[in-house]
């Protein structure tokens, strides 16, 4: 099966960085989609980002200009750079990816979340 571990969450100030990374693993043929999501205390969970196969990324108003989504293909890991944060950015953030993988003699597509990382924006 495939896996994916997020890791980089914490306590940031306002106006302050953080890269958040989410490593792939498992008996992956190809990682075709992947995407950051958030969500919030006693809110739904909204799409951050997301970035395709061929690297191109997509995002909400919400965030752009302020974060940037990345993947490194060989690591089968993907990164969000995160700058200029607010507190409304506070929020559980998880990774989300659509993966082709070999079950036995089979490739299965299917799709595949993290276990979520903290961000606390707060002075």
């Known amino acids: 099966q495939v896996q994916l571990v997020e890791s980089g969450g914490g306590l940031v100030q306002p106006g302050g960085s953080l890269r958040l990374s989410c490593a792939a693993s498992g008996s992956i043929f190809r990682i075709n989609f992947m995407g950051w999501y958030r969500q919030a205390p006693g809110k739904e969970r909204e799409l951050v980002a997301t970035i395709t196969n061929d690297q191109n990324a997509n995002y909400p108003d919400s965030v752009k200009g302020r974060f940037t989504i990345s993947r490194d293909n060989a690591k089968n890991t993907v990164y969000l750079q995160m700058g200029s944060l607010k507190p409304e950015d506070t929020a559980v953030y998880f990774c989300?990816?659509?993966?082709?993988?070999?079950?036995?003699?089979?490739?299965?597509?299917?799709?595949?979340w993290g276990q979520g990382t903290q961000v606390t924006v707060s002075s």
């Open positions: 989300n990816g659509k993966i082709t993988y070999s079950r036995g003699s089979y490739y299965v597509t299917d799709d595949f």
